[in-house]
């Protein structure tokens, strides 16, 4: 089987969703943001304070690439991971793209209660999720599959993810 690579914006279910699906397909689970973090020593937040998004998204790409050579993984990966398509280009080499799609409402309401967003510490956070959405919607749209998940649960987004990766072939 091909690798599984989730996108999708922060509170979409990526991590949750990628650790039930490696679970049920016996995959490894890669969480590009914790492989970034124990890379670099701090947390996302700390790079993005300390040394800036460009940084931030030039390490991802570095790593995203390591770990796209790689078998039989499930990766989690970044929301803002589809924004260079050479991360896309590398991931979807031995990977399937399956993006994670929620409303904005839906994300505001999932990422409310976390300090660990970088992009959202501001005080229209719903706005700004609206903005990043309104312009990553095209570099989402590119991905092999497109799963809906405000009303589904993480095991119910597997199940679809699963049975979508079977029609595919």
Do not use: W
């Amino acid at each position: 089987m091909k690798n599984i690579v989730l996108t999708g914006f922060m509170g979409t279910g990526k991590s949750a969703v990628g650790r039930e699906l490696a679970r049920r397909l016996g995959m490894r689970l890669i969480e590009l943001d914790e492989e970034i973090e124990k890379a670099e020593g701090i947390t996302i937040n700390e790079i993005f304070s300390r040394h800036g998004e460009q940084y931030f998204r030039d390490r991802e790409t570095e790593i995203a690439k390591e770990f796209a050579s790689m078998d039989n993984i499930v990766i989690s990966t970044g929301g803002g991971i589809v924004l260079r398509d050479e991360n896309i280009e590398a991931l979807g080499e031995k990977g399937i793209i399956v993006c994670l799609t929620a409303t904005p409402e839906t994300i505001h309401k999932r990422t409310s209660t976390s300090d660990e967003r970088p992009l959202l510490n501001m005080e229209d956070p719903l706005g700004r999720i609206r903005d990043l959405l309104e312009f990553r919607e095209p570099f989402y749209k590119k991905a092999d599959i497109i799963v809906e998940t405000d009303s589904l649960t993480p095991l119910e987004i597997a199940d679809e993810i699963i049975d979508r990766l079977r029609q595919t072939g």
